[in-house]
């Protein structure tokens, strides 16, 4: 097996909800609330999860644009709270949601990536030819290296923007949902590209998205996050094929091509109830309140995250 080059322990990440005259703290959003897993080096790891469920304030804690409530994060070994941003971001990348956001409009797209190697003072020839290569590594050409973003389609700003976290050459690039906001043709050609680039530099991905389908198509292991917590984590065939937590088949039978089995089963989804709030999360069990198989003790225990066979690992006390 390939040494683990991320590691998360006991990772919380909690917002204060302030209010009344002195703006005390009144109630906590429990963003992410221990969630504990390892990175292998090479591998894809997928992180799904409905809306508001913790996937992105995740991502973001690994790579420090927010800082954790508590837990550790060890990256190659080196809790990543005693690290240097900058060192940091060298090594670990992110690639956002939305292309247009990520862009800065009033920079060429030349300088949009290039600029972690001109704030180091390189020569402007270096950043060209560089910038050109990089161009080419995404399906673009040089030529695009003085046009603006505007001038590009979401597709192609999304190539830039990988392109830009590819320019410090990173080991690790965590792509926070990347192709959700694309067209579904051009989304297929985005999750090519990050497949071709994973092959030919052996780069390891933290694939952050809500649609599973998506998550099927690049990932080695699959991690299942439900309301701030991790309920399953799973190679992927094994995931598919044999899925033990209650939402996770949930979640695959909600998968359109799976759809019509899945209404013949159930008359109505508890998908389709309403999530409920991470400021006052359920106690026990987090998803009995719309888990078809509760029983008495989810209502009142929390299920610890248990390995029930090699690399497959649960929270529920149907396995507890």
Same mark, same amino acid.
């Given at each position: 097996?390939?040494?683990?080059?991320?590691?998360?322990?006991?990772?919380?990440?909690?917002?204060?909800?302030?209010?009344?005259?002195?703006?005390?703290?009144?109630?906590?959003?429990?963003?992410?609330?221990?969630?504990?897993?390892?990175?292998?080096?090479?591998?894809?790891?997928?992180?799904?999860?409905?809306?508001?469920?913790?996937?992105?304030?995740?991502?973001?804690?690994?790579?420090?644009?927010?800082?954790?409530?508590?837990?550790?994060?060890?990256?190659?070994?080196?809790?990543?709270?005693?690290?240097?941003?900058?060192?940091?971001?060298?090594?670990?990348?992110?690639?956002?949601?939305?292309?247009?956001?990520?862009?800065?409009?009033?920079?060429?797209?030349?300088?949009?990536?290039?600029?972690?190697?001109?704030?180091?003072?390189?020569?402007?020839?270096?950043?060209?030819?560089?910038?050109?290569?990089?161009?080419?590594?995404?399906?673009?050409?040089?030529?695009?290296?003085?046009?603006?973003?505007?001038?590009?389609?979401?597709?192609?700003?999304?190539?830039?923007?990988?392109?830009?976290?590819?320019?410090?050459?990173?080991?690790?690039?965590?792509?926070?949902?990347?192709?959700?906001?694309?067209?579904?043709?051009?989304?297929?050609?985005?999750?090519?590209?990050?497949?071709?680039?994973?092959?030919?530099?052996?780069?390891?991905?933290?694939?952050?998205?809500?649609?599973?389908?998506?998550?099927?198509?690049?990932?080695?292991?699959?991690?299942?996050? #439900?309301? $701030?917590?991790?309920? %399953?984590?799973?190679?992927?065939? !094994? &995931?598919? @094929?044999?899925?033990?937590? =209650?939402?996770?088949?949930?979640?695959?039978?909600?998968?359109?091509?799976?759809?019509?089995? #899945?209404? $013949?089963?159930?008359? %109505?989804?508890?998908?389709?109830? !309403? &999530?409920? @709030?991470?400021?006052?999360? =359920?106690?026990?069990?987090?998803?009995?309140?719309?888990?078809?198989?509760?029983?008495?003790?989810?209502?009142?225990?929390?299920? %610890?995250?248990?390995?029930?066979?090699?690399?497959?690992?649960?929270?529920?006390?149907?396995?507890?």
């Amino acid at each position: 097996m390939s040494e683990a080059i991320l590691g998360v322990r006991n990772l919380k990440k909690f917002f204060p909800i302030k209010g009344g005259l002195l703006q005390r703290t009144q109630a906590n959003v429990h963003a992410v609330d221990g969630v504990s897993f390892d990175v292998s080096e090479g591998e894809c790891i997928g992180l799904v999860g409905e809306s508001g469920c913790g996937k992105s304030t995740l991502g973001r804690c690994i790579i420090r644009l927010i800082e954790p409530t508590s837990g550790e994060i060890r990256y190659r070994g080196s809790d990543i709270s005693g690290m240097d941003t900058k060192e940091l971001w060298s090594r670990i990348q992110m690639v956002f949601q939305d292309p247009m956001s990520s862009l800065n409009p009033r920079l060429t797209i030349g300088y949009c990536i290039g600029e972690p190697l001109i704030v180091r003072k390189t020569p402007e020839a270096e950043v060209r030819a560089r910038v050109g290569e990089l161009l080419a590594e995404v399906g673009l050409n040089e030529e695009h290296y003085g046009r603006f973003p505007h001038e590009f389609s979401g597709g192609q700003r999304q190539r830039i923007n990988i392109a830009r976290a590819l320019i410090s050459d990173p080991e690790f690039i965590i792509l926070d949902e990347p192709t959700s906001s694309l067209d579904v043709s051009v989304q297929a050609k985005i999750l090519n590209l990050l497949n071709d680039i994973k092959s030919r530099i052996g780069i390891t991905y933290m694939f952050i998205s809500h649609d599973l389908s998506v998550i099927k198509h690049l990932s080695d292991t699959i991690l299942v996050m #439900y309301l $701030g917590k991790l309920v %399953e984590i799973a190679p992927k065939r !094994e &995931l598919f @094929s044999m899925s033990l937590h =209650p939402y996770t088949r949930l979640l695959i039978d909600s998968i359109p091509s799976r759809s019509r089995r #899945y209404r $013949g089963e159930h008359a %109505e989804s508890p998908l389709s109830l !309403e &999530l409920p @709030s991470n400021i006052d999360p =359920p106690k026990g069990c987090r998803f009995h309140t719309r888990c078809p198989k509760v029983m008495d003790v989810c209502r009142v225990n929390d299920p %610890e995250l248990i390995e029930v066979e090699a690399g497959h690992y649960v929270a529920c006390h149907l396995y507890n």
